[in-house]
C-alpha cells in the first residue's frame, strides 16, 4: 500500500505547507488587484481560518457595502443591517420557523419514526420491493412531520438500515436510497425553505399556505419515482416480502395513529383555515410534547429544555444569515445588479425552456457549494427578477429552487445528507457518494418533469387551494362601456366604431376651420374668439347662399329670453353680467 493510501489519500505534511504558503501569497497578493481582489482574499481568508457560513455572508456584506456603496464611509453608516432585523421583527411568518424547528427536533427524539416504520410496513410490504418502498414512504411521512431533511435521513435510517439489509438489499442501495428519500424533507410541508422563501422574496407576494399546497405534487413525484426504482430493485432482485395481515395493519394503524394524524391536523387545519401557518407551527410543537411525552411516553418532560436549547442555538445562526443575506440583497438592489443580469439575460435572446435549463444547471453547481438556507438568501434576490422577466410563475421559481438544493443535499462537496449519512451507516464519504450516484439521476428526471410542466405544483396547488390561477400577469382588456353607450352611439356619431374620427383628425379640422364652413358645421375656438370680439353672435344662424336676410334678429324676442330651452350667446352673456 503506497503512503497516499496509507493517510486516505490526503496531503502528505509537505503538501500540506506548500498548500497553506500558496493561500497566505493568495491572501496578501489579492488586494493589490484593486476591490475585487480585496475582496476575494476577504473571502478566501475565510475559508481557510474556517470561519462559520454565516459569519462569513456577514462578512461579505459589510466588505461590500464598505468598498462599493456611496455614502459608506466607516461601520457607524451601516443602518441597514439595523432595518433588516427590524423588518425580520415585525414579520409574523417567520415565528413559524423556530416553532417548527423545534417540534421537529423533539419528534425526531420520540417513536414517532417507528411507529411510521412499522405502519408502511404493513400497509405496502408485501409488494416487490415492499420493504424498501416503505422506507420512502415512511421518510415521506416523517417529512411531513420534521421538515428537516438531515432529521429525516437520521430518524428512518437508523431504524430501516438495518431491516433494509437484513432483508437481503445490498448496502450500497439501501444506503443511497434512506440517504436520497430522506432529502424530501426539505420539499414536502410544513418545509421550513417554503416558509423563508415568501420573506425572502417579498416582492412576489406569495402566501406561505400556497407554497405549501405547491409541494405536494413535487414530493410525490420524486417520492414515486424512487419508490418505482425499488419496486423493479425488488422483481429483478427477487427481494423478501412481508406476509400481509389485516390484522397486522389495523394494530400498526392504531399504534401509530397519532404519528400519522399530525400531518393530517397542521396541514388541514391550514388549508380549512382553522389556524393560519404561525398558529400551526404551535400547534405543532403543543402536539408533539403531549404525543411523546404523555401518549408515547418517549420523552421525559426534563428533557425538553435541552431540546429547545439546542434548537436555539441553530436558529441563531439561521437569524444572523437571514439578517446578513437581506442585507446583501439591499446592497445588489442599490448597484443595480439584478436589472444588469435581468438585460444580459434578455440579450442573449433564450427561449423559456432554455433559461429554465440554465437555470437548473445553475442551482444545481450552487447546491454543491452551499447549504439550502444559504444558497436561497444570497441567490433568490438575484434570480428572482430574471425569472419573473421570462415569464416564469414565482411560485414555480421556488418550487424550482427547493427541488435543485434538494438534490444539493447529496452532491459533494458540502452536500449535508452524505456527512449525516456517513455517520449513522458508519461508511466512508466515499461509499456515500456512489451510494447516492443512481438516485440523483433518478432525481433529476423527476426535476425536468417539475421543470417543464408547470401544473405538476403551480396547478395542483392552485386546486388544493381552491383556485384555478394565481399569480399570474393580467390578461389586458378594453374597458367596458356604460350600457346606455353600449346600445346606441353619441348624438349624430356613427354606430361603427370604425367611422369615429380620431383626436388628431378633429384638431386638424378645427385649425383648418373646414368643420365652420359646412352647412351645419361646427365653428373653431379662434372663429368664436372673433366673432365675439366683432360683436357678432356666433350661435346666430347664417344667412343662405342667395344673400337673404338672416333667418332670425341679433336681439333675442322676449318669448325667446322667458324660454328656459334658450341658451345664451357670449355676447348676451357679457351683456348680462354688465346688467
Not at 382553522?274 to 408533539?288: C, L, R, W
Not at 434548537?311 to 437569524?319: A, C, E, H, M, W
Not at 450516484?437 to 395542483?460: C, E, H, K
Request: hydrophobic letters at 50%; glycine letters at 12%; charged letters at 15%.
Amino acid at each position: 500500500m503506497t503512503e497516499a493510501g496509507q493517510q486516505g489519500g490526503g496531503l502528505s505534511p509537505r503538501g500540506k505547507t506548500i498548500a497553506f504558503f500558496v493561500l497566505l501569497g493568495l491572501v496578501l497578493g489579492l488586494p493589490w488587484l484593486g476591490k475585487a481582489g480585496i475582496l476575494l482574499a476577504i473571502i478566501l481568508g475565510c475559508a481557510v481560518l474556517g470561519v462559520p457560513l454565516f459569519a462569513l455572508i456577514g462578512i461579505v456584506t459589510i466588505t461590500c457595502f464598505l468598498l462599493w456603496a456611496e455614502g459608506m464611509d466607516s461601520l457607524n453608516d451601516l443602518t441597514i443591517l439595523v432595518e433588516r432585523i427590524r423588518t425580520l421583527a415585525d414579520n409574523n411568518t417567520l415565528l413559524a420557523v423556530p416553532l417548527f424547528m423545534l417540534s421537529g427536533a423533539i419528534m425526531a427524539r420520540g417513536e414517532i419514526s417507528k411507529r411510521l416504520i412499522d405502519f408502511s410496513k404493513a400497509l405496502i410490504g408485501w409488494i416487490p420491493g415492499g420493504l424498501a418502498v416503505s422506507g420512502v414512504v415512511a421518510c415521506m411521512l416523517f417529512a411531513a412531520i420534521s421538515g428537516s431533511s438531515p432529521a429525516t435521513v437520521v430518524a428512518i435510517g437508523a431504524m430501516m438500515g438495518p431491516t433494509l439489509v437484513a432483508n437481503g438489499y445490498q448496502e450500497r442501495f439501501t444506503h443511497g436510497l434512506l440517504t436520497s428519500s430522506g432529502s424530501l424533507g426539505i420539499l414536502i410541508p410544513p418545509s421550513i425553505p417554503m416558509i423563508l422563501y415568501p420573506l425572502v422574496n417579498q416582492s412576489a407576494g406569495i402566501e406561505t399556505e400556497r407554497l405549501f399546497a405547491a409541494g405536494f405534487g413535487p414530493g410525490l413525484v420524486i417520492g414515486g419515482i424512487l419508490a418505482g426504482f425499488c419496486v423493479y430493485r425488488g422483481v429483478v432482485g427477487k427481494s423478501k416480502r412481508e406476509v400481509f395481515e389485516l390484522r397486522t395493519l389495523g394494530t400498526s394503524f392504531v399504534d401509530g395513529f397519532w404519528s400519522i394524524m399530525f400531518p393530517v391536523v397542521i396541514l388541514g387545519g391550514i388549508y380549512t383555515g382553522f389556524f393560519t401557518v404561525v398558529e400551526a407551527s404551535a400547534v405543532s410543537v403543543i402536539y408533539a410534547v403531549v404525543v411523546e411525552i404523555w401518549i408515547h411516553r418517549a420523552l421525559r418532560t426534563r428533557e425538553v429544555p435541552k431540546i429547545v436549547a439546542e434548537t436555539g442555538i441553530i436558529l441563531g445562526s439561521l437569524l444572523v444569515i437571514m439578517v446578513a443575506a437581506l442585507s446583501f440583497s439591499e446592497f445588489l438592489e442599490d448597484q443595480q445588479i439584478p436589472q444588469a443580469a435581468v438585460a444580459w439575460i434578455h440579450s442573449m435572446d433564450l427561449e423559456p425552456w432554455q433559461f429554465l435549463l440554465a437555470l437548473n444547471v445553475l442551482l444545481l453547481m450552487v447546491g454543491m457549494l452551499m447549504d439550502i438556507l444559504s444558497a436561497m438568501f444570497v441567490f433568490v434576490p438575484l434570480l428572482a427578477p430574471i425569472a419573473a422577466s421570462m415569464g416564469v410563475d414565482p411560485m414555480h421559481f421556488g418550487i424550482i429552487f427547493i427541488v435543485n438544493l434538494e438534490i444539493g443535499y447529496l452532491t459533494p462537496p458540502v452536500g449535508l445528507n452524505l456527512f449525516v449519512a456517513s455517520t449513522l451507516f458508519d461508511k466512508p464519504l466515499g461509499h456515500m457518494i456512489r451510494s447516492v450516484g443512481p438516485f440523483i439521476v433518478l432525481m433529476l428526471a423527476g426535476l425536468a418533469v417539475i421543470t417543464y410542466v408547470p401544473g405538476v405544483s403551480v396547478g395542483l396547488g392552485n386546486w388544493i387551494i381552491g383556485e384555478e390561477t394565481r399569480g399570474a400577469a393580467p390578461t389586458p382588456t378594453e374597458p367596458a362601456l356604460p350600457e346606455a353607450l353600449d346600445d346606441e352611439p353619441l348624438g349624430d356619431e356613427p354606430a361603427d366604431p370604425e367611422g369615429m374620427q380620431s383626436l388628431e383628425e378633429m384638431m386638424q379640422e378645427a385649425e383648418e376651420g373646414g368643420a365652420g364652413e359646412d352647412e351645419g358645421g361646427v365653428l373653431s375656438m379662434e372663429e368664436m374668439m372673433q366673432m365675439a370680439e366683432e360683436g357678432e353672435d356666433p350661435d346666430a344662424p347664417a344667412e343662405d347662399d342667395e344673400g337673404d336676410e338672416p333667418l332670425d334678429t341679433d336681439e333675442p324676442t322676449p318669448e325667446e329670453l322667458e324660454d328656459p330651452d334658450h341658451v345664451m350667446s357670449l355676447e348676451e352673456m357679457m351683456e348680462a353680467a354688465g346688467d
